[in-house]
T-cell receptor, first 114, second 112 residues
C-alpha cells in the first residue's frame, strides 16, 4: 500500500544546530507540503512543492528550507534551530490537478529544541 | 493571520449527546475539507464539500458548506467515544493547486 513516512518520529536538539527532518511518500504525488502544528494555531504551512526542483514558501517559512530532488522526498531543514521551532511537524502529499485534492499526512515528527 | 476560525476550541460531552462544530472565515473558498486527527497521528480526511449549501452525510456525521462558501459546520449525532479527536477544517482555492489553509481546530472528548 502507498504511504507517507517521516523520520525521526522524535528529535531533541540544541539551539543553533542544523536539523533535517525526512519525508518520503510512495503515492507518486507531485504535491508535497510541510506543516507545523502548535496548540491554538492548527496546522501552519511552512514550505510546499509542486514537483521536482520546485519549492515555495508558506506562511511560516523563516528559518526553514526544503529541496526537491525527486518525486518521493521533501526533506525539511532547520538551518539553526531555535526554541521557537519546538513543535510537531507534519509532511503531506496530494495528487496534482484536482484542485480540491485530499492531502495524505505522515505520522509527524515531534521536535524539541533546548 | 488566521483565516479560518473554529468554535468551540474544546468540547467535552457524554456518549449519546449531539454536537456541532463551526468553521468560519471572511474569505470565500472553492472547497472546504474536514479532517480528524487522533493523538500521535496525522490528520485524515473525512469529507470535501465544494458547492455552496452542500450537505454531506457520513454515518452519524453531517457536514454543511455555507451558501456563500465562507463557512462550514460539522454535526455529530449520538456521539461515541470513538469520535474523540481533533477536528480540523481546511479551505482551498482552485487557483492554488491543492494548497490548504487549516482552521484552529476543535478538540472533542466523548466520555462513556
Amino acid at each position: 500500500d502507498a504511504e507517507i513516512t517521516q523520520s525521526p518520529r522524535h528529535k531533541i536538539t540544541e539551539t543553533g544546530r542544523q536539523v533535517t527532518l525526512a519525508c518520503h511518500q510512495t503515492w507518486n504525488h507531485n504535491n508535497m507540503f510541510w506543516y507545523r502544528q502548535d496548540l491554538g494555531h492548527g496546522l501552519r504551512l511552512i514550505h510546499y512543492s509542486y514537483g521536482v526542483q520546485d519549492t515555495n514558501k508558506g506562511e511560516v517559512s523563516d528559518g526553514y528550507s526544503v529541496s526537491r530532488s525527486n518525486t518521493e522526498d521533501l526533506p525539511l531543514t532547520l538551518e539553526s534551530a531555535a526554541s521557537s521551532q519546538t513543535s510537531v511537524y507534519f509532511c503531506a502529499s496530494s495528487e496534482t490537478g484536482t484542485g480540491v485534492g485530499e492531502q495524505f499526512f505522515g505520522p509527524g515528527t515531534r521536535l524539541t529544541v533546548l | 493571520t488566521q483565516l479560518l476560525e473554529q468554535s468551540p476550541q474544546f468540547l467535552s460531552i457524554q456518549e449519546g449527546e449531539n454536537l456541532t462544530v463551526y468553521c468560519n472565515s471572511s474569505s470565500v473558498f472553492s472547497s472546504l475539507q474536514w479532517y480528524r486527527q487522533e493523538p500521535g497521528e496525522g490528520p485524515v480526511l473525512l469529507v470535501t464539500v465544494v458547492t455552496g449549501g452542500e450537505v454531506k452525510k457520513l454515518k452519524r456525521l453531517t457536514f454543511q458548506f455555507g451558501d456563500a462558501r465562507k463557512d462550514s459546520s460539522l454535526h455529530i449525532t449520538a456521539a461515541q467515544p470513538g469520535d474523540t479527536g481533533l477536528y480540523l477544517c481546511a479551505g482551498g482555492w482552485l487557483s492554488n493547486t491543492d494548497k490548504l489553509i487549516f482552521g484552529t481546530g476543535t478538540r472533542l472528548q466523548v466520555f462513556p
